[in-house]
């Protein structure tokens, strides 16, 4: 994945066997400057989870499976419908739908 300079990305769907993830990625000047993941699957705790989308402002978007997975084991976050490779997935997917502003 390139990642782009700037421009947002947007990616939902229902996961097989899982639940709806929907997953946002707003980049800036090459960095992630926010990325939003939410769904019908259940995190918790909440505001860990919260936190962990926090983690991942202002990164490198190539690095966003390893921080992603980092932030998730840091922060005791259990997810509940959706697996963090399935958000890596979707994040990829984002990325490749830019549409630059």
């Keep these: 994945m390139t990642p782009p300079m700037s421009g947002t990305g947007r990616f939902v769907r229902k996961i097989p066997g899982g639940k ?3 997953l946002d990625a ?4 090459g960095r992630l400057a926010r990325v939003s993941i939410r769904g019908d699957f259940f995190a918790h ?17 190539v690095d966003f499976p390893r921080l ?11 997810i509940y419908g959706v697996g963090v490779d399935d958000i ?9 739908a830019i549409q630059v502003p």
Aim: glycine share 4%; no cysteine; net charge negative.
């Design 20 to 22: 709806l993830l929907k």
């Design 26 to 29: 707003e980049y800036a000047l």
């Design 45 to 61: 705790p909440e505001e860990a989870f919260d936190r962990v989308e926090a983690a991942l402002q202002g990164i490198d978007p």
């Design 68 to 78: 992603l997975r980092e932030a998730v084991a840091r922060e005791g976050v259990i």
């Design 88 to 96: 890596v997935d979707a994040f990829e997917r984002a990325s490749d």
